[in-house]
């Protein structure tokens, strides 16, 4: 008797995790761009030349794609900062902040370096 239910609870505590299980089209469409945000995060980052990528273990800067990246990010910020928690919000414009201050040093430090080339005679 003991076995019967024993397996009658394993089968209905697995119909309970797969029941728990969210897919994609499931979740709210706030915690789908606060993925998205932590994605486009970590590619500004990369982008920005501040971290290695994964992948190919290179650092790398390109300006011109930290800058997509940022951009979306605030694109998605705004669109659902009304219905965050007050937390959530405050961190995600904290992440949106330091991605922007980030860029525009690393920009005006490229600039320079730019200039610097020019000035320089052939």
Known sequence: MNQDNTGNNQEQNDQEDEDLKLYPHQLPLTTLFAWFIGILNGKAWEHLGLMMNPETKEVKQDLVKAKVAIDSIEFLLNQIKSELEVED?????????????NYVERNSS????EEKKEEQPS
């Open 110 to 113: 490229s600039q320079k370096t």
């Open 89 to 101: 919000r405050r961190q995600l414009e904290n992440i949106l902040a330091n991605l922007q201050m």
